[in-house]
């Protein structure tokens, strides 16, 4: 804990209110397949200069503070927001659905950390087998910042981007001790030089004509089925902004009334307000047509499939395929999500091509109870 | 106060500890128009065994307490929840949409009481001229439950059923002492003796059909755009529950995300959970179908219309056509909203067959603000 204190300019009396406060908590999990690092602790909320999610570790290498990745706004109407935000040439980048995850290096080994900042077992175990060390080598004090996606996510697995397991996606690379974001050329040429993959660039525009351009993009995108866009300065002076498609906002809204029990209403209506400013900014008659039928599909479809659960007697769920190369990181991932909070259950690992693959559930309690109460009769409230 | 505390059976400290903490309050405007009224406070909240909107009232004929309107309990499926809650036959009556009133006699006039506990001017004078006061000469203990609606409505206008100005239908007569509601049998006598309307009933059905018949009633109240029923113990004994049509929950859904920045998520989640359940017990596929398009317009049509009200440089707005038959009842109207914390304008009143039609016009300013801070280009929280 005096490292953190040092580190962060606390005494230790202020460090040890923020670890009672639970604002500071443990990283990690001991054990030897996290070696580097000695101890760990990660912020919670923001703090100070420091983000939510910022990481202080003493490691074999010394005390290290690893950023926490920053919040980026988001657009509700693609006119005027971006002309009033950037000047100049703004890009596009694929806001690709997954999670996301800090990669840096500690001693000889690479370690994830997601976005609250936990060093995750699951995430590390890809990282090591699929980012070229090297780079962290020649550019110590460079983090990683990539969206892991893909059907063998134990957060958001999704299928859009053909990925039977996982993948990382550089979006950023930052100095992990100040947040500074390397311009988008400087990056493009270290993930050419490294063989790292990047989130697509699909434009490149003047901010005049760049909600125009966007309206195109995020239709296309949302045909695919795929995320959205962050609006990016290509220096990164200025804040990127986010915005996106129909079909993310829906897809988003179909997860939370599936799981209406666990899942706050403040995040239902910021995503139907998002579908209320995108029709009034982007529809034909035929498109909102299509965008309200998407929208009540999205909602009741997946209440209706919890429902019937409930009725045949099974538990709600959700439900994530995984794939561990070391049955010891499995063990270790158990216990990540049991610090965690997450209420969930895992299957006997099945052996596959030199891998274990494993279901990981997640039991939805309060949905499954709350449908259960209702339907033996009861009241609503 | 002091009677206040008399009639609650409180220390007079008591008393006005609930009225610094907001819990009593004034319930009546000192005017000519309601002269049988010396002093009035309402409950603000349930306290003890007496409801929300209870009225305690010193008039010409002694101290009399109102008691608030009891909150109904709703099913969010019919089975089995009707087959549990009631036993024997049960009675389907129509659930008006309007505004719930009790009426009562103080001295020689009329008073109408809005469901939070506000003796209201608009309703007072509808009332005394629609209502046969011969009813309260013949039993000065009961107070009539009614519906108020109609197209001439200062809270809830619809024009579903055909009435221009407003009107009233009793549900519910009860003794205001005591709040027991009279069996439906004498209710429907005294109805006919006195000439009140009443909300329609619609079936009397025994408990093991109930659910079967109330899925046809619920169809065909919704292909009219009517709200629901309330289930009832023809005796009253049991606690009466209300169930509402997909199109009643669709109309809610299209005020509140309207004004969405007036509305709660709580307002707007609980009815999209309504449609959820609903779906699941009556829904076939193609009933289905027109449920989620249904839903998804109701949603964004009333966004995208105070969206494009704004950019036109509009302010959001309720707006409602109200008619007074005396033009100092419009003033006591002003003052009575004025105090019940409303943003509101109004006409000037216009004459029309010996009455004058007034516009009342509620400002969202919520909304408006929220809605043009969007358009100016500005970010999302």
């Known amino acids: ?48 200069e420091y983000e939510e999610g910022t990481l202080i570790a003493k490691t074999v290498d010394g ?13 509700l109407t693609l006119y005027p927001t971006i002309k009033k935000h950037f000047r100049g040439e703004v890009v596009f980048e694929e806001k690709m659905n997954g999670y996301n995850v800090r990669i840096v290096m500690f001693g000889e080994n690479l370690y994830a950390i997601t976005r609250g900042g936990y060093i995750c077992p699951y995430t590390t175990e890809k990282a090591r087998m699929l980012i070229n060390p090297d780079f962290f080598k020649d550019h110590p004090n460079l983090m990683l910042c990539c969206e892991a996606v893909g059907e063998e996510s134990p957060f958001v697995p999704k299928d859009v981007y053909g ?20 311009p988008i050329r400087e990056k493009e040429k270290l ?21 125009e351009v966007a309206k195109d993009v995020i239709r ?15 220096n990164m002076k200025r804040q990127p902004i ?49 965008r309200c039928t998407r929208l009540g599909e999205a909602i009741l479809k997946a209440m209706v499939e919890s429902i019937r659960e409930v009725r045949e007697g099974k538990k709600v769920c959700d439900r ?15 216990e990540h999500v049991r610090r965690m909070g997450v209420n969930a259950e895992f299957s006997e690992p099945i052996e596959e091509n030199r891998s274990y693959v494993v279901w990981f559930y997640r039991h939805m309690k309060s949905t499954t109870d709350r449908i259960r109460h209702i339907l033996e009769g009861n009241l609503w409230q």
Chains 1, 2 share one sequence.
């Open 1 to 48: 804990m005096k490292f953190v204190a040092e580190a962060l300019g606390l005494s230790p009396v202020a460090a040890r209110r923020l670890e009672e406060k639970n604002i500071l908590k443990q990283a990690f999990i001991r054990h030897p397949f996290f070696s580097d690092v000695i101890d760990a602790f990660k912020l919670d909320r923001k703090f100070g």
């Open 63 to 75: 005390v290290q503070i690893v950023r926490g990745y920053p919040k980026i706004r988001r657009a």
């Open 163 to 182: 990925i039977k397991e996982i993948d990382f996606y550089v979006f950023d690379v930052r100095d992990r001790r100040t947040n500074e974001a390397l």
């Open 191 to 211: 993930a050419d030089e490294y063989g790292f993959k990047l989130a697509p660039i699909l434009a490149e525009v003047h901010v005049s004509e760049a909600h």
């Open 220 to 234: 296309e995108l949302g045909r695919k089925g795929r995320e959205g866009i962050v609006i990016k300065d290509p």
């Open 242 to 290: 986010k915005y996106t498609t129909s079909e993310s906002n829906c897809s988003d809204l179909s997860f939370a009334f599936r799981f209406f029990g666990e899942y706050g209403k403040d995040f239902m209506f910021s995503r139907i307000i998002r579908e209320g400013f995108q029709a009034f900014e982007l529809d034909d008659e035929e498109e909102f047509k299509r």
């Open 320 to 334: 994530m395929r995984l794939r561990f190369y070391d049955l010891e990181v499995f063990e270790l991932f158990k």
